[in-house]
Every structure is written in structure tokens, then in C-alpha cells.
């Protein structure tokens, strides 16, 4: 058997990242990740300090890194099912009626969506899984600290004329994400 060696700096795979190879699980809201079709990679940006100087200031690295937010597209079950189950996490959070609703959220005894009880079932950790082009995972992206802070409306139109299933997005931040290799065991 021979052995390929490397050229470094040389490109092994050569395939090229799918659009639709992920899988997404958010632990608080299980039936949103299963209707999920589309889901983005937050950017991030470092913040900079600037050196004063008396020709021109110098840029220098800051401390402090900028997530942007998560967004997810996924498409409405006909019973309301997993966009309610965003909606009574975001009412649950804000309380808009009563204090009864935050209360309510609170007893949620589910395990799964249940976190430790000091981050007062706030949040929920989320993963997104990347697969390459045979769809085997190769990445694992860890969201800490989910919640959702955006829900998007509706919408209903009786003058189209094809089946267009209908769709909601969701907004999260988070405190944190981190990616990670998948390796998987060759026989």
C-alpha cells in the first residue's frame, strides 16, 4: 500500500461545502430544529483599540469579540406546534400579560428542555451539525446560552397560485459558540 504524502500548503479535499448538509437541535425547542431548512453561522467581529500617534492613529487588537446573532428559518407545522413552542419560550421570558406565564414556564418538568435550575429555564444549549458532500458529520457547533429574542410573523396570501408551505424565522443570541472536528473511527 502506498503512501500519499502531502505537499503542504496543497489542498486535499477539494470538495466544496453543501448548503444543505446540516442538522440543527436546539434542546429547549425540539420540534423547531426537526422543520428547520435553513440556518446561518454567526460572523464575529474583535473590537479595536486605537494608539494614539501624531501622524495617524494605530489600529491595535481589542479584547472583546462581537457574535452576531443566529437565525433559523424553519417551516410551520400545520398545528402551530413548533412555532407556538418558540413563542411561549419568548412570552415565558418577557411576561407580557402576567407574571403567570414566566411562572408557568418555569414548572416546564421536561428534562430535556429543562437546563440547571440557576439559569431559571431561560436558555438552552443548541448544536449544529455540518456534513460534508456523503452527508457524514464532520462538525459540531456548540451554542451556549440560547434564547430566542425574535419571532417572525405569518404569513397568509390567498392569491397564490402554487403551494408555498409556510415559513417563520427565529433570532437567538447566545454567550458563546464554539466549532469543533468530528473524527470519525475508520475500520
Same mark, same amino acid.
Given at each position: 500500500?502506498?503512501?500519499?504524502?502531502?505537499?503542504?500548503? $496543497?489542498?486535499?479535499?477539494?470538495?466544496?461545502?453543501?448548503?444543505?448538509?446540516?442538522?440543527? $437541535?436546539?434542546?429547549?425547542?425540539?420540534?423547531v430544529?426537526?422543520?428547520?431548512?435553513?440556518?446561518?453561522?454567526?460572523?464575529?467581529?474583535?473590537?479595536?483599540?486605537?494608539?494614539?500617534?501624531?501622524?495617524?492613529?494605530?489600529?491595535?487588537?481589542?479584547?472583546?469579540?462581537?457574535?452576531?446573532?443566529?437565525?433559523?428559518?424553519?417551516?410551520?407545522?400545520?398545528?402551530?406546534?413548533?412555532?407556538?413552542?418558540?413563542?411561549?419560550?419568548?412570552?415565558? %421570558?418577557?411576561?407580557?400579560?402576567?407574571?403567570?406565564?414566566?411562572?408557568?414556564? $418555569?414548572?416546564?418538568?421536561?428534562?430535556?428542555? $429543562?437546563?440547571?435550575r440557576?439559569q431559571?429555564n431561560?436558555?438552552?444549549?443548541?448544536?449544529?451539525?455540518?456534513l460534508?458532500?456523503?452527508?457524514?458529520?464532520?462538525?459540531? %457547533?456548540?451554542?451556549?446560552?440560547?434564547?430566542?429574542?425574535?419571532?417572525?410573523?405569518?404569513?397568509?396570501?390567498?392569491?397564490?397560485?402554487?403551494?408555498e408551505?409556510?415559513?417563520?424565522?427565529?433570532?437567538?443570541?447566545?454567550?458563546?459558540?464554539? %466549532?469543533?472536528? %468530528?473524527?470519525?473511527?475508520?475500520?
Amino acid at each position: 500500500m502506498a503512501v500519499r504524502k502531502t505537499i503542504p500548503g $496543497q489542498i486535499e479535499n477539494r470538495n466544496f461545502l453543501s448548503p444543505v448538509g446540516f442538522n440543527f $437541535q436546539v434542546n429547549r425547542a425540539p420540534t423547531v430544529s426537526y422543520f428547520g431548512n435553513s440556518i446561518n453561522i454567526p460572523g464575529m467581529s474583535l473590537g479595536i483599540a486605537e494608539q494614539p500617534n501624531y501622524l495617524t492613529n494605530i489600529p491595535l487588537p481589542g479584547d472583546k469579540i462581537d457574535f452576531q446573532d443566529l437565525t433559523l428559518r424553519f417551516l410551520i407545522d400545520e398545528g402551530l406546534e413548533n412555532y407556538m413552542e418558540i413563542q411561549k419560550w419568548i412570552r415565558g %421570558i418577557g411576561f407580557p400579560e402576567s407574571l403567570s406565564e414566566i411562572y408557568d414556564f $418555569q414548572k416546564d418538568d421536561d428534562p430535556i428542555k $429543562q437546563p440547571e435550575r440557576s439559569q431559571l429555564n431561560l436558555y438552552s444549549d443548541g448544536t449544529l451539525t455540518i456534513l460534508d458532500s456523503n452527508h457524514i458529520s464532520k462538525f459540531k %457547533i456548540v451554542f451556549e446560552n440560547l434564547f430566542p429574542y425574535s419571532l417572525g410573523n405569518i404569513e397568509f396570501d390567498a392569491t397564490q397560485t402554487d403551494i408555498e408551505y409556510l415559513t417563520a424565522e427565529v433570532s437567538f443570541k447566545y454567550s458563546m459558540y464554539n %466549532i469543533t472536528e %468530528i473524527h470519525h473511527i475508520c475500520d
